[in-house]
Each structure stands twice: as C-alpha cells, then as structure tokens.
Nanobody
C-alpha cells in the first residue's frame, strides 16, 4: 500500500508560479511511476505530467509543455510539479497518483491516489 499526500496548491494570478509536492509513505515508493492529473468542475480527469520511477523519463500534456516540470527525489519519497506561467485554464484540483510499472497517461491505470489540492489561477 502507498499513501500519497499532495500539498502546495493555492490561488495565484495569471503568469505566476506554484510548486506542488506529492509525499509518499508505505511501500518502496522509488519503485513506482507517478503521474499528476487535474480535474476541473464538469470536466474529465486529464493527465498533466508523468515520471518513471527513476526519473529518467517524463511526459507532459501538450497544454503544459514548456511551462510545467515534473521531478522526483526518491530519497525524500516526493514528486514535484513546478508550474510556471500559469493560466486561468490551469485552474483545477490536482492529484498525484502512483503505479508499480512504467508511467501511463491514463488515470484508470494508476492504483494509488492522493486527496487532491486545489489550484486557482485568476486573470
């Protein structure tokens, strides 16, 4: 079992930055790929970024490429999402998720989820 806790969300103006953290406990988290997903009201849950267990490979949604960076520190059992140049359309609840395999862009292929953290970007 892996427990995930997100933090770092908040309200920011357009053009601003936030860094989300996903802290894990339980089994050896360094063996798990991690994804960040987001869900806005009335919309589906979409992938934002994902990273392999080693951090050697990453993937991003087209809408965030060049603005967001996913990284991980396995010594701290933590995955980060640095979000720069935020836009109002980035407003959503952000979730991290883990799976014992390579990363996936599909939310239904992840086994463990955090509770989510709200990100609100005002224009």
């Amino acid at each position: 079992q892996v427990q995930l806790v997100e933090s770092g969300g908040g309200q920011v103006q357009a053009g601003g930055s936030l860094r989300l953290s996903c802290a894990a406990s339980g089994r050896t988290y360094s063996n798990y790929a991690t994804g960040w997903f987001r869900q806005a009201p009335g919309k589906e849950r979409d992938v934002v970024a994902a990273i392999t267990w080693s951090g050697s490979s990453t993937a991003y949604a087209d809408s965030v490429k060049g603005r967001f960076t996913i990284s991980r520190d396995n010594a701290k059992n933590t995955v980060y999402l640095q979000m720069n140049s935020l836009k109002p359309e980035d407003t959503a609840v952000y979730y991290c998720a883990a799976r014992l395999a390579t990363y996936s862009r599909r939310w239904d292929e992840y086994n463990y989820w955090g509770q989510g953290t709200q990100v609100t970007v005002s224009s």
